[in-house]
Structures are given as C-alpha cells and as structure tokens.
C-alpha cells in the first residue's frame, strides 16, 4: 500500500518568514495530493491540493509543488500569520483506490 | 451549503457503557469515511462506505465496533461495550465520488 512521510514534525517560524513542509509517497500511481489543516479542537480542513498532471498550484500565500520523477511534493506558506499555526498533514491518493494515505503531520507555530 | 455534521461533539462515558457517535453528509456526497485519531496512531481510517454499502471495515478494531448507513446522508458509529483505550476522537468524511474528503469536526470522545 501506500506510504506517505512527512517532515518536519515540527516547525517554528518568525510571523512574516515563509514554512515548509515536504512530503514523499511511495505508489507512483498515486495521483491526487491534497493538503489539510487541522487547528485546534477542529477536523482537518483541506487547504490546497494538487493532481499529477500539475507540476505547481498557488492560492494567496499556499503554494504545493509536485516532483513526480522524485515522488515527493511540498507545500509553502509564504508571509506566515499567528493564525497559520496549526497541524498540517499531506496525503496521497489513487483514484482506482477510495483510500487517502496521510502523512504523520507538521505541528506549525508562527511566533509573533 | 452546510458541512459534515458530527454528534456529539463531546461524549464522556464509563467503560462498559454503549457509545453511539453520528455523522450526517454533505448533500449529495455518496462516500463516508469514519477515522479515529489519537495521539500514538495518528489518522486511522475505520470503515468506509459507498453508496451506502460497507466496502472496506478492515481498520474496525474489534467487534465491538460497528457502523452503519441507514440512509444516504446519514451513519452511526456504535462502540459497545465500550473501553478507557477507545478514548480518541472520531471523524467522519464525506466524498463525491473520487474527489477530495471533506471532514466533519469530530467527536471527543472519553471513556473512564
């Protein structure tokens, strides 16, 4: 089956830097890689995602990249804000499957 | 238009007692999801039904686990007996199709 890793786990930042977060899949038929924010005491609420046949995809201050060659994308924050901060999970998912493979999370705080 | 819409949001409950947790879909989504997620294990798919009819329960822990879709827009989690280890919280998710899930807000729910 799938695998998905995530790093960091956890990433601190100065309000107005940008943060990282990189993620690799293992299934190369995967095909679709969204991205969810969970803040606290919330579910995970999908921010951004990305499909196979899309090298890069922008939206405000998120940007995800996908390296289909490496298997890995990458989701940027640009300009972070206090109410950035929250538990930032990618997932990677074929659609002959119904699964979503998540990665473990990245616990982002954006210090003021 | 309204969400995923998860009862209750907190449930604390004795071990031994029956535990019903709810799920109602977004309108018009056909899939559902229920995930349990706790600190050691992260995101953990439980069961998950299409068109109303369980395809994959595999992640059900034991059989004291089981759910069920009496309509298309609404499931039930039920957990009987229940145990301090079940402790977690619990979401469901509903999908279109093949695209993206979308997850409720989750029930806390505690076993003593």
């Known amino acids: 089956g799938e695998n998905v890793e995530q790093h960091p786990s956890t990433l601190s930042v100065q309000e107005g830097d940008s943060a990282v977060i990189k993620c690799t899949y293992s299934?190369?038929?995967?095909?679709?890689f969204p991205w969810y924010k969970q803040e606290l005491g919330k579910g995970p609420q999908l921010i951004i995602d990305?499909?196979?046949?899309?090298g890069e995809k922008k939206d405000q201050r998120i940007a995800v990249t996908l390296n289909k060659t490496a298997k890995h994308f990458s989701l940027h924050i640009t300009e972070t804000q206090p109410e950035d901060s929250a538990v930032y999970f990618c997932?990677?998912?074929?659609?002959?499957?119904?699964?979503?493979?998540f990665g473990a999370g990245t616990t982002v705080t954006v210090r003021a | 238009d309204a969400g995923v819409i998860q009862s209750p949001r907190h449930e604390v409950t004795e071990m031994g007692q029956e535990v019903t947790l709810r799920c109602k879909l977004i309108?018009?989504?056909?899939?559902l999801f229920w995930y349990r997620q706790t600190m050691m294990r992260g995101l953990e798919l439980l069961i998950y039904?299409?068109?109303?009819?369980?395809?994959?329960d595999s992640g059900m822990p034991e059989d004291r686990f089981s759910a069920k879709m009496p309509n298309a827009s609404f499931s039930t989690l039920k957990i009987q007996p229940s145990e301090p280890r079940d402790s977690a919280v619990y979401f469901c998710?509903?999908?279109?199709?093949?695209?993206?899930?979308?997850f409720g807000p989750g029930t806390r729910l505690t076993v003593l």
């Open positions: 997932a990677a998912y074929h659609s002959n499957d119904y699964k979503l493979s």
């Open positions: 309108s018009g989504h056909n899939s």
């Open positions: 299934d190369s038929a995967s095909n679709y």
């Open positions: 990305i499909r196979s046949n899309v």
């Open positions: 039904f299409n068109n109303n009819v369980p395809i994959d």
């Open positions: 998710a509903s999908r279109l199709s093949t695209d993206t899930q979308y």
